[in-house]
Each structure stands twice: as structure tokens, then as C-alpha cells.
RNA sequence: GCGAGGGUGGCUGAGCUAGGCCAAAAGCGGCGGGCUUAAGACCCGCUCCCGUAGGGGUCCAUGGGUUCGAAUCCCAUCCCUCGCACCA
């Protein structure tokens, strides 16, 4: 298809194999602290697509930088292999999950070869595996033992098709769709376990401001998710009911109760259910928790005011939610939005106790005043500013308490599906749930049977068992882990995959983690991010541990679109990275992508892109091959100087650029760089060592994104060994004052051009440009430095300067002028250098010789107009 | 509603966390030129307005402010994207 290219197929084929007899990728068990790169680990589903591409192509471009710089690197693969969709795969195909799973892994990790990713197969980690999962239960017995697993019944989101459990997490949007089918979630009533990560709501949550390496986004979700709030809990007496505790975040507002309402499936209402009528008619018919509408019945009930005594009239509502705060809470309708509502409704009173400041009246008959104020119509807290008010309530009031409220839930992770983590626990009749002991883990999946429900609910002899404690008959739990289990501490089994005795060998994993970089979607912000944090903090605190958090520096890299929209299968808008890398190549995939956008960020996937980028590839390709330094016989000139000048740039732009991961911006000075080449190459010949350096320096340069070619290339240029291993190369070009060198040059030009045109002038016949004198950079300098009202005194005081005269006063005015707006550029030989070297550039462009001199040779009413960072120019006319 | 991030020249999109070097990078598209039998590719320019020597004007969502000076800082408004949401 592409027979005017190179031969991407024979290049790649070849440095592949290359690559995996040598062994290039590999990290031994003995090197200290390497760089720990890591892409999210992909769910086996047997297909990479242009997401997975464009993950694993930013890890692997950052993993060979940094090898290129010296640094070992761990840059490990695996794979999430449990989960729901290799059970559907099973049934459809007549197989079964682990042959399906497999396969898929087989496949895709062809693929991941076949795109040059270059991994550390050896500590290649599969979840689905006994002598991983083994380990989930281990973890499972460990949290057990430090009191961090609970069992209970539990409400909890069903999702039909899928026939499990789903956290909250996974349920997606208002409309409560599953995560993975979008299937509309119901409720269900079961017994589930639960990981007690609310444990840690507090450091989880306080710990993310000084994870600085991560986007802001995700912090805010994560804070979001967990969602801490500081209040009171109040004492409300109902009688005949006891006291019912209520949270509030506006216990200054407490004067401004009017009504108490509890939630439908609280326990009080449920009573009331079996007397009222009115209730029992509310709470089963016309309760509406998802409508905007607060609704609420009146019971017969009063609740006491612990602060004021009042007796308030208590509603069944069904805006409050059982699983919030403490599923009772108190109205304040003349401060709350919603409560102000349900009073207008229901015709409670509405009092307003806050006011904006001591002389303002508030009025709260239309709309609730919600903001922090002062305290008004309320007793001895009258005139007190909120936040005074809430803590002297809750200080005063008998039984009144701060606390602390979380959005965030405990992780169920019970899942009722056969191709998970057994949960390690008998169920014994005598002894109740008992764990599976330590040395008779793992507790392995028997063969998967095909049926409707819960396969292990089929596998009879599986299931049945004895119990560890009492010897008894018993029955093995039947429910499998969340798969966010495995994937919660994955990141630390790479340590040392193959150890037996522990998940990860501590004494390396506390040297090695955390992981440096990791990269991944946005869609596991809160998610796979969070129970990793929680799970890294478990060890911490358990098992030694010497790091609190798993990932320092966190990528959440954008999509790959088509046509401004998500690729995705159901759209049938999918550009297989297959078919790309038989007609493109791999080079030219991950080229592509890691130049046509920051990495964050998501761009359209262009067929014209993926073009110009192979015809870029072969263009360098063709240029490497057909330089030959024997022939190259040009002299070291100017324009051999300005290249070089341009290849010490280039390599302290990129250099930096990749530090930042912004592939996109140091790939653009890769590909600019090869652009001079071929310029210097085109107008005149090249002096042989100055362009070989050139065009080692952009192969190097390009190696990280595009490494198969690059070895080619560096091979053909002489490179010994692999690019892989080579050094990257370096520079002492300060990137500040080559972008200065680069500015000044392509402002002279530009200058040149404008003259040209604007004067009409057809065909110069010499073009000088001069630099202006040294007085006028000293006295620049002076100018910068000087504090006096007027610098024309200051710059008399020098001799050198004065002696100029009326040039020196006229300069000295046009500083004081922009005073405030200078700065100090290049010095006088560095223009002059930098203008010799690019006055090739001009001459080439309009065709005319092109002198560029010093102030001292140049005629005097011309050097008056040269000013540092701007130097003079005179066009002759024929 | 709450929170986060944004609104830049025909389009895409840098710069804006350290205000002046910003009429504002780069790419695309468009225009002109070179190369070529020709097309493509490639190379060189131009692409807000005015201007016969590098000048001037207007400009970075809108309106105000701070400053000698603002795309860059502050305030308000409008719009967009994302996350959370009857959260007490």
C-alpha cells in the first residue's frame, strides 16, 4: 500500500527480535531505585486499541528516555484478567473464561510486540492466575485481621444483566446505569463483604494536597467522592420513640427548626407504617425519591428541640435519605433551599434566624437565606457570627456532638460471578463465616460450569467443604472479589512477581515504589485510584511498608478521537491500530500520536496526519541513507555553524520537553531540526562531521516515540550497539539564550522582508546588517541596573558612554523612555555570531549577498539606528 | 445548585502559574513563487487593516479595575466541558 515509504515491515520485524534476544528491556531483581514507569494495566479483552496505543506508547517514550539517560527503568506489563466480560465470552464461544482468557492475552500481547512497546516480560503479572489471586486472599485475611472486613446485609446496587453486585462507584450518571452494560441498576437487599476504607477517609482525603505530581481534577474528584463534612449531630426527643440523633452542618440555624423529618425506610417510619395509615400510605405509594418534588406526610409525632425546647412537628419525608447523615434531619426552611420548599408545601412556619450583618433584616418568605451570618431571633446566640454560634451550640447543648460526616461508603466488593477471587470463607451452621486458613490458600475456582446463575453456586463439590474450625459440614462463600481488588495493589507485585511467601518482596518494593510515573484514563480517577491509595496505605500500616501513597506523578492522558468524537465500537468509528501498523508502521502510529497533542489531552485521530507523519519517517529515512561522510567534503562555514547552533538548541528544548512529558513539543524540534538538514543539505554541501552530528542528534531525538526506525538509522549512521542503550545526547546550549539567538535571527528576517516590500526594492544588490556598538549594550546594561529617576545622568558618569555625544543622549533617551520595559539579551559578539551564522538564511531568501558587521566598520548614520536585540539594516539598490 | 477546568487570529492550538522580547509559536486550510513534461511530494514566502526602509492602528469571550505597561494579575457577567448532586 505504501511502496513509496520505506520498509517499515522488514525494520520493525527485524529490531523486535533484535530486541528480545538481547534482552534490551529487562530490570534485574538487584538494581536500586530505578524509575518506575507504569501504564493502568488493560483488561484482556484480545484487541489493543488506539487508547491502549496511546497509553502504553507515552509510558514506553518515557520509560527509553529515561534508559537513554542512564537511569534503570521498571516498566512492567499485565494483565487485568478477571472479570464479567470473559464469562459472556465463555457461553457465547462454548468455551470456558480461562482458555477465553488466554487467548486474548496471547493475542494482545502479540500486539503490544508488534507496536515495539518495550516491557520487562518477565515480571509479566496475570490477576486470573492462582499465584496471584492466592494473594488477594491473603490480603483479604490480613485486612480481616487488623478489623478491616465486615460482613452485613447491606441495600445494595444490582445489576440484572450482569447478575452481581456493583459498588458505588460503578453505577454511572442520574439515571443509575451499570458501568459496564449501562444497564439500569435496581436495588437489592444481600449480604455482602465490605472493606472498611472509610478507615482511612481522613488521610485518604487530607493526603491528596500534597500529591502534587497529580492533575488537580482528580484530586478534586477524589475529595468530592469522599466527601467530608464537619458538623453536629443534635439529640432529638420523639416521644415514645427515644432519641433520635440528627446531622447538621448549620447548627447555628438550630432556633430556626420548624419541622423534623425522617427518612421512609428509617426505623421510626417503619413502625409508624404498621399505626398510620396516612404514613403507611405515603411511605408505599407515593414516596418518589428520584422526582425534584419534595414530598412528606405529617405523623402524629413531635420531636423536641434539644437547643430550644420546642416541640416540632415530625414528617415522613422523601427527601431525606436513609444512607445520609443519620437518614433524620432537622428543617430550616428560612436557611435551606430544599427545606424551605418542603415548608411552603406542607404550610410549616418559616422563621429566619440568620441575618447578612447585625442591622440587616432578612427576608426569607420568598427564599432562604443561606449564607453565614449573624444570629437574629435566637435567644442567647442572638448576634453571635455563625461559625462562633455553631460551635458554642454544640458545646452547650447536652448530648450535642461534632462530628465529622463522609460521603464516601466502605468498598463492597462481594460479587455474586464465578470469574473473580474466591472470597477465602466458609460458611459453617456451627461456627458462621470462618476464614479459609492461611495454609490452605489458595482457594482455587473449580472448572466453570455453564449456567444461568452463579457458576459456583453449581460446582457442587467445589462448594461443599468442611469447616476449618469445627470439622463440620460447611459451605464455601460463593461470592468472588471485585476486580478492583486485584488491580488495588498490582503496581507492588511487579516488585517480585514471582515470590511465594508474600505478595511483594517489602525490602525491594520499599526501595523501588513508589511508582514514578504512572499513566492511564480519566475514568479511573476515583475508582482504581482510590482503593490503590487505600490498599498502599493498608500496608503501610500492616506490613511495613515505607510508602504511604503508590504513585507520585500521575498521567491522566486524553482520548483518541475521530472527528471529534470518542472512538468507539458502537459508533463503528474505529481505526484499528493493526491495520495502521501494516500500512504505516508502528513508528508512525506512535509518532503521530505523541505529536499531534499533549499527552492530557484528547485530539483526532487524521488519516493526513498519519500520512505526513510516514512521509516525515521516510524523508529522514532517505535522507540518512543517501549521506555518505566520504562525500561530503563542505567546510566548516558559517552555515555549518548556525546548524550546530541549531542542534545544541534542539537538544536543550527536547531535553526539557520530555522531562515534562510534552512528546508533542520536543518532537516538533526533532522534526524542525531534520528540516534544516535537509535545508543545509540543499543549499550547500555539508561539512561531513557537523551533519552527521545532525542527524545522530535528531535519530537519538526520535528514538523514544519512533524506536524501530531509530535503530535502523542509528546503525546505518554507525551507531554501536543498540539506540536503546545509547546515550542521549547532550548539550550545553542554554535554552534561554538560544531562544534569544533564534528570536533575533527571525526578527532580522523579518525586518529584511518587511524593507523589501515596503520599499518597493526588486532586486537588492547587497543587504548589510549591522551590529550595534559595544557602548550601546553597556549602556542597556547600566539602564537595567539603575534605579536613578533619570538614567541619562547615570550613563554620563561613564566615559566610554559619553564620549559618544549627541548618539549617546539620544540612546539615553529612548532608554529612559521604555525604562521600565528593558532587558538585557545577547551580548555584542553573540549577536554578531549569531547573525553571521544565519546570514545564509537572507541570502538564500532574496538572492543577494548578505554582510553582517560590527558598528566600528560600518557607516555612522546606519549604526545610529542599531540597537542591542535589533540590529541596523542597509538595503543597496542596484 | 456545588466544585474543577476552559473561552486566543478562517480552523486546530501554544502562550497565560515568574505582567513588558506578543500582531501573538506551531500545524491545517487558503494565496503566490520555486522544482517538475505535469500532478503529488518537497522547498521558499504571504495570510487583521493601512503604509514606497524595519512605521502606525485595531486585537486574545464581555464589561470594569490594578499598573508606566495586561492575552497574561483582580472583580463581575455570559458561554462551554467535566465531576458530584434532593448530602441535611
Known amino acids: 500500500m505504501n511502496d513509496d515509504g520505506y520498509d517499515h515491515r522488514s525494520v520493525e520485524r527485524r529490531y523486535q527480535e533484535a530486541w528480545d534476544e538481547a534482552d534490551v528491556y529487562r530490570t534485574p531483581d538487584d538494581v536500586s531505585d530505578p524509575t518506575y514507569v507504569l501504564g493502568m494495566y488493560p483488561y484482556p479483552s484480545g484487541e489493543l486499541h488506539m487508547g491502549h496505543v496511546r497509553n502504553y506508547t ?21 494483565w487485568d484478567a478477571f472479570g464479567l466480560p470473559a464469562e459472556n465470552a465463555a457461553k457465547e464461544r462454548d468455551t470456558n473464561p480461562r482458555d477465553w482468557t488466554f487467548d486474548c492475552i496471547d493475542t494482545m500481547r502479540g500486539q503490544m510486540e508488534s507496536m515495539g ?18 494473594w488477594n486472599q491473603w490480603l483479604f485475611r490480613r485486612l480481616h485481621e487488623e478489623g478491616l472486613v465486615e460482613q452485613r446485609d447491606a441495600e445494595v ?39 472498611k476504607i472509610t478507615e482511612y477517609a481522613n488521610e485518604l482525603i487530607d493526603a491528596l494536597d500534597e500529591l502534587e505530581g497529580w492533575p488537580d481534577s482528580v484530586r478534586q474528584m477524589q475529595r468530592n467522592w469522599i466527601g467530608r463534612q464537619y458538623g453536629t449531630t443534635l439529640p432529638f426527643e420523639i416521644d415514645g420513640h427515644g432519641t433520635v440523633e440528627a446531622f447538621t452542618t448549620r447548627a447555628d440555624t438550630v432556633y430556626g427548626a420548624t419541622f423534623f423529618a425522617l427518612a421512609p425506610d428509617h426505623p421510626i417510619s417503619q413502625e409508624l407504617i404498621k399505626t398510620d395509615d396516612e404514613v403507611h400510605e405515603f411511605v408505599h405509594h407515593e414516596t418518589d425519591p428520584e422526582g425534584d418534588e419534595p414530598n412528606g406526610v405529617r405523623t402524629d409525632l413531635t420531636a423536641t428541640n434539644p437547643v430550644t425546647g420546642e416541640e416540632l412537628p415530625v414528617f415522613v419525608a422523601d427527601f431525606v435519605l436513609s444512607d445520609v447523615g443519620t437518614g433524620a434531619l432537622m428543617g430550616v426552611p428560612g436557611h435551606d433551599d430544599r427545606d424551605h420548599v418542603f415548608a411552603t408545601k406542607m404550610g410549616v412556619d418559616i422563621v429566619p434566624v440568620i441575618a447578612p450583618s447585625d442591622e440587616d433584616d432578612v427576608d426569607v418568605s420568598e427564599s432562604a437565606f443561606t449564607d453565614d451570618g449573624v444570629l437574629i431571633n435566637s435567644g442567647e446566640y442572638s448576634g453571635l457570627d455563625s461559625e462562633t454560634a455553631r460551635k458554642e451550640i454544640t458545646e452547650d447543648t447536652e448530648g450535642a456532638e461534632l462530628t465529622t460526616q463522609y460521603r464516601l461508603r466502605d468498598w463492597g466488593i462481594s460479587r455474586q460471578r464465578y470469574w473473580g477471587t474466591p472470597i477465602p470463607v466458609v460458611r459453617c451452621s456451627e461456627c458462621g463465616p470462618v476464614l479459609v486458613p492461611k495454609s490452605e490458600l489458595p482457594v482455587e475456582l473449580p472448572e466453570f460450569v455453564n449456567t444461568t446463575g452463579n457458576p459456583l453456586d453449581a460446582a457442587t463439590d467445589w462448594k461443599e467443604t468442611t469447616c476449618p474450625k469445627c470439622g463440620g459440614e460447611a459451605v464455601r462463600e460463593t461470592d468472588t472479589m471485585d476486580t478492583f481488588v486485584d488491580s488495588s495493589w498490582y503496581f507492588l507485585r511487579y516488585v517480585s512477581p514471582e515470590l511465594t511467601d508474600a505478595p511483594f518482596d517489602l525490602d525491594r518494593a520499599n526501595d523501588w515504589m513508589p511508582v514514578d510515573q504512572y499513566v492511564g484514563g480519566i475514568e479511573h480517577a476515583v475508582m482504581h485510584l482510590l482503593y490503590s491509595r487505600f490498599i498502599t496505605k493498608f500496608f503501610a500500616d500492616a506490613e511495613g511498608l515505607e510508602h504511604r501513597e503508590p504513585f507520585t506523578n500521575l498521567l491522566a492522558q486524553g482520548m483518541v478521537q475521530l472527528d471529534g468524537s470518542k472512538m468507539s465500537k458502537s459508533k463503528g468509528n474505529v481505526v484499528s491500530p493493526q491495520e495502521i501498523v501494516e500500512d504505516y508502521g508502528a513508528d508512525t502510529a506512535r509518532l503521530f500520536m505523541m505529536q499531534a497533542a499533549q499527552p492530557e489531552r484528547a485530539f483526532d485521530w487524521t488519516e493526513e496526519g498519519v500520512r505526513s507523519t510516514y512521509a516525515f519517517l521516510t524523508r529522514l529515512y532517505d535522507l540518512v541513507e543517501s549521506f555518505d561522510p566520504e562525500t561530503a567534503t563542505g567546510e566548516h562555514d558559517a552555515v555549518a555553524a548556525y546548524v550546530e547552533s541549531e542542534i545544541d538548541a534542539t537538544i536543550a ?43 545522530e542528534t535528531a535519530v537519538l531525538l526520535l528514538s523514544p516515540v519512533a524506536p524501530h526506525i531509530a535503530e535502523s538509522l542509528y546503525d546505518e549512521l554507525g551507531g554501536e550497539g543498540f539506540v536503546v542503550n545509547a546515550a542521549w545526547p547532550e548539550s550545553d546550549a542554554d535554552r534561554s539564550t538560544a531562544e534569544d539567538r533564534r528570536r533575533l535571527v527571525e526578527n532580522t528576517r523579518e525586518d529584511v522582508r518587511q524593507i523589501i516590500e515596503v520599499a518597493g526594492i526588486d532586486d537588492p544588490e547587497r543587504i548589510d546588517v549591522v551590529v550595534a556598538p559595544e557602548w550601546k549594550y553597556r549602556a542597556l546594561e ?21 564620549k559618544q555625544g549627541q548618539a549617546a543622549a539620544d540612546y539615553g533617551k529612548d532608554l529612559q523612555a521604555e525604562r521600565e520595559a528593558l532587558s538585557v539579551g545577547l551580548a555584542v559578539d553573540e549577536e554578531y555570531e549569531a547573525l553571521s551564522a544565519a546570514a545564509w538564511l537572507i541570502e538564500r531568501e532574496f538572492d543577494a549577498p548578505v554582510r553582517v558587521v560590527h558598528a566600528a566598520d560600518a557607516d555612522e548614520s546606519t549604526v545610529a539606528k542599531a540597537t542591542p536585540g535589533r540590529p541596523a539594516i542597509d538595503i543597496l539598490e542596484p
Not at 118 to 127: L, P
Not at 790 to 800: D, F, H, R
Open 58 to 78: 507515552i509510558t514506553d517514550a518515557y520509560a527509553r528516555f529515561n534508559r537513554m539517560r542512564g537511569e534503570d527503568v521498571l516498566h512492567p506489563m499485565g
Open 157 to 195: 446496587n444490582w445489576c440484572p444483566d450482569c447478575e452481581t453486585v456493583l459498588a458505588d462507584e460503578q453505577v454511572e450518571g442520574e439515571a443509575e446505569l451499570c458501568w459496564r452494560c449501562d444497564t439500569p441498576v435496581e436495588q437489592r437487599e444481600l449480604e455482602q463483604w465490605f472493606l
Open 782 to 802: 547600566v539602564a537595567v541596573e539603575s534605579d536613578a529617576p533619570n538614567v541619562i545622568g547615570e550613563l554620563m558618569q561613564i566615559p566610554e558612554i559619553k
Open 117 to 134: 512497546f518495550g516491557y520487562d516480560w518477565d515480571r509479566e503479572i496475570t490477576t486470573c492466575t492462582p499465584k496471584y489471586y492466592r
Open 653 to 695: 528544548v527536547a531535553t526539557e520537553e520530555y522531562e515534562s512529558l510534552t512528546f508533542n513539543i520536543a518532537l516538533r524540534e526533532a522534526q524542525g531540526l531534520v528540516r534544516t538538514l535537509r535545508q543545509y543539505a540543499d543549499y550547500t554541501e555539508p561539512h561531513a562531521a557537523t551533519f552527521q552530528r545532525g542527524l
